[in-house]
């Protein structure tokens, strides 16, 4: 993310906002601009499918790298929020945390060698076909595979622009659906604590229990406020996802039912709709782990010994409950929840369209 001038340093320099400006304005918003106007202006709309997910796609991500650009700062405060003294855990609980954060650290490993192969496929697809193609059709007033400088100027800006889209979604989707993920760590922890509320006040002295229930309650509000401040920065960026993700899942089948089986070009394409319902499926699946873990905080309290405890102590235990009854939900846009249903939709709706396509 620093390298593309998503991730600002500690006093953000002129020089780092005009790197990070130019980055975005230069290469990557020519290609879907380009591609798009191929779409719209070419006569031949016969490889509208091969290029159709790759334009929405690239679209796509002009709105999602926006606020890394424009809010950086933002941003990364919200990255790091979970490393406030707020979150700190016992070393008890370590293992319940260290079990997330391998999850987390997994899916990007998993997510960045995909992105790497499949960017190195795609931009070597020209190559093994007959003739000068480009990666993308682009629209430009003459014809770019006829004179050999222009093809090669034109074939880097394009290997750039979609490298920098791909690479940038290596980065930030794991993020986010890491980030989702590490707060539902923090929710496991938090339950762990209130389950075994009678094990950690040893002198069994009503003061201690206190401090003790006052410790979560302090521990919920945190996570509750980091959530909101996740809705805030990452809503938009995961609803121009969801919005795309149903055109580009589209355009994939499109492709993929007129190519023929067992060719590169085939197996590209399958590829590149995989890892993106992987990269959706990321935001849905941690969305409703987090949902789930936050509905069965009322389970966890009534699975400790609360029978034992003082009558303060309860009435204290009855208040986290009745907060905790509204779930955590995060939202794309205010519109959609990160859930599992979300993405089953995503895909009624791309069938729907995929057959009002190939019905025209």
Not at 7 to 21: D, G, M, V
Not at 289 to 301: D, K, T
């Amino acid at each position: 993310m620093k390298l593309f001038g998503l991730y600002p340093p500690e006093k953000p320099t002129r020089l780092f906002r005009i790197r990070s400006y130019l980055l975005y304005f230069v290469i990557l918003i020519p290609v879907p601009a380009l591609g798009a106007l191929y779409i719209f202006l070419e006569e031949d709309q016969t490889r509208i499918g091969d290029n159709g997910f790759v334009v929405a796609e690239t679209a796509c991500v002009i709105i999602k790298l926006m606020p890394f650009v424009v809010n950086g700062s933002q941003m990364k405060r919200c990255i790091h929020y979970l490393e406030d003294s707020s979150f700190e855990v016992a070393p008890d609980n370590r293992k319940i945390l260290e079990k997330s954060i391998y999850i987390c650290r997994r899916n990007s490993k998993v997510f960045i060698v995909s992105i790497v192969v499949g960017n190195i496929s795609f931009n070597l697809k020209p190559f093994l076909g007959e003739g000068r193609i480009l990666p993308v059709d682009v629209w430009f007033p003459c014809s770019p595979t006829e004179n050999t400088k222009i093809y090669c100027i034109i074939f880097l800006m394009l290997s750039l622009g979609i490298g920098y889209m791909s690479l940038s979604n290596a980065a930030i989707d794991p993020l986010i659906g890491g980030l989702c993920c590490l707060a539902s760590g923090h929710l496991q922890v938090l339950k762990n604590n209130l389950q075994n509320l009678h094990t950690k006040s040893a002198e069994s002295s009503s003061d201690t229990m206190k401090r003790n229930i006052k410790k979560c309650v302090k521990y919920h509000s945190a996570i509750l406020s980091f959530i909101k401040e996740y809705e805030r920065c990452f809503s938009s960026i995961v609803f121009s996802q969801f919005l795309a993700s149903v055109v580009v899942v589209c355009f994939c089948c499109l492709q993929l039912n007129k190519l023929p089986p067992m060719t590169i070009t085939f197996f590209n394409t399958v590829g590149y709709l995989i890892v993106f319902l992987a990269e959706i499926y990321f935001y849905c699946y941690y969305g409703t782990i987090l949902y789930e873990e936050s509905n069965s905080l009322s389970n966890a309290i009534y699975m400790g010994n609360w029978y034992d405890y003082d009558i303060n102590s309860k009435k204290d235990l009855i208040f986290l409950m009745e907060r905790s009854k509204r779930p955590i939900s995060v939202t794309a846009g205010k519109i959609l929840d990160l859930s599992v249903d979300t993405f089953v939709m995503i895909l009624q709706r791309s069938y729907s369209l995929l057959a009002v396509l190939k019905n025209q």
